[in-house]
């Protein structure tokens, strides 16, 4: 068993690879990584539960705003046309767009609404020390939210209609647009706190039972790790060894917070693949069909696609956010399908490569995942608002849900990749390159200090 640094308090499992990684406190701008898969573990935030019930209360009163107040207010030749998020979404419902209004609907409003809820009930929670049911159903709830809410890419969406508009009228800012900057940076400033941060403010103050690995553990039986089980969902470490369960046909609930454990998520490569390729039959009309369309009163409708509208946002001289709209909406999806392609065929094909530098892809991916969505947004925002009958109007195009279905489809393809199969692909690869040695068991001992890194 190798020595275990003195300053170490505990010994967790990155969800990442399965390395085992010990941690101790951290101080002011450090961060906890793991050694192998270069994954941040633990972040020092030095928030208070009752500082951040704080932000959360602010971020309540904001979002009151950002539903009750317009975000703009558009004046052509004296015509006057306001909107607030609602009426955006509403004007796509009843103008036929139900999949786009949907999308809108859920991604900028519910979502982000029940991430606030969530974490202020989490919060509460933990600072009252009571309600452990309710605590435990939030913190489960909290990084499904955080994963699905898009507000700060529809706010985005909200600056980029703005700079398309000011070329045709005037524009006024509303009480609801400042209110959603101010909730973007207030919702940016309590996802520093994940749950993993949540849950480990929980078992300190002893509502939820401790999670981590005991300080000691047995290294010399090659296949130690696979005698941990790690809840996909909070982290909690279980010792139930995986042969057992196997023969049992059947996996067990985690004991923390009830959802089902796994050594892997369940069958993450082929649902991954089918999620990709459903993602790539869209993207095609996603980029062939219009995606909006123009008219004004002296010109027959002229219809825009997504390169369309790029080239004709270059061409009009906005071509720092052209170069925006390029990456967001051609750019990331084509980086997507690139990487997830890439790591699903290096782990069938055992193509070694640089495992950790794929870790990282994948990192990536997931964190730009969301922002293909913003010229769905734009064309919902100029939709709602340059609609003034005979003089002009924006509608919207097919091209908007293929292209925020495929978004969809390959947010659920990347959550549905499990990044340990990469690592697993590796060792045995690393097993079969040394005829079957202990390779398993390759980088997977209790480092002998934390990998810390300066934030
Ligand atoms: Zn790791
Ligand atoms: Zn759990």
Redesign the pocket.
């Given at each position: 068993m190798p020595p275990v640094a003195d300053d170490i308090e505990r010994l967790e499992v990155c969800s990442q690879c399965d390395s085992v990684v010990g941690l101790s406190a951290l101080q002011k701008g450090e961060t906890a990584c793991c050694g192998r898969c270069g994954h941040e573990l633990e972040r020092f935030h030095g928030w208070t539960p009752r500082q951040l019930l704080a932000v959360c209360l602010t971020a309540w009163i904001m979002l009151i705003h950002v539903l009750a107040y317009p975000l703009v207010t558009l004046d052509v030749r004296g015509n006057l046309q306001s909107t607030s998020i609602w009426e955006s979404i509403l004007f796509a419902w009843e103008s036929g767009n139900m999949v786009v209004g949907w999308m809108t609907f859920l991604t900028a409003v519910l979502l982000p609404v029940s991430e606030l809820a969530v974490i202020t009930s989490a919060l509460w929670c933990i600072s009252a020390r009571a309600y452990p049911r309710v605590l435990v159903w939030a913190l489960r709830a909290v990084e499904v939210a955080r994963n699905w809410n898009m507000l700060a890419v529809f706010l985005l969406g909200v600056l980029v209609a703005l700079i398309k508009l000011t070329t045709i009228g005037q524009l006024d800012i509303g009480l609801g647009l400042v209110s959603m900057s101010v909730l973007v940076v207030l919702l940016a400033v309590l996802a520093r706190v994940d749950a993993h941060t949540l849950w480990r403010m929980a078992e300190e103050k002893g509502l939820v039972p401790q999670s981590h690995l005991p300080l000691h553990i047995d290294t010399a039986d090659p296949r130690w790790h696979r005698k941990f089980l790690i809840?996909h969902?909070?982290g909690?470490v279980h010792s139930a060894p995986q042969e057992d369960l196997q023969a049992q046909g059947r996996m067990p609930a985690?004991t923390?917070?009830g959802?089902t454990l796994r050594h892997r998520k369940k069958h993450s490569l082929a649902r991954c693949w089918a999620l990709l390729i459903t993602a790539l039959v869209f993207y095609i009309p996603a980029n062939l069909l219009p995606i909006m369309a123009t008219g004004t009163l002296n010109e027959p409708p002229t219809e825009h696609t997504i390169l369309s509208g790029v080239v004709d946002l270059y061409r009009s001289g906005s071509w720092g956010i052209a170069i925006v709209v390029f990456v967001a909406s051609l750019a990331v999806p084509v980086i997507k399908f690139l990487v997830l392609g890439w790591l699903l065929l290096s782990i069938q094909f055992k193509w070694l490569g640089n495992v950790a530098q794929n870790a990282v892809l994948f990192r990536a991916m997931e964190l730009i995942g969301q922002w293909s969505m913003l010229d769905v947004f734009v064309v919902v925002l100029l939709a709602a608002l340059v609609h003034f009958d005979g003089l002009m109007e924006v509608k919207i195009g097919a091209a908007a849900w293929s292209f925020g279905t495929m978004v969809v489809f390959t947010m659920l393809a990347a959550q549905h990749f499990d990044p340990r199969l990469l690592w697993d692909a590796y060792d045995e690869a690393c097993a079969d390159a040394q005829n079957g040695n202990t390779a398993g068991t390759m980088d997977r001992s209790p480092p002998t200090e934390e990998a810390r890194e300066s934030a």
């Open positions: 809840c969902s909070c909690m985690c923390r917070c959802a």
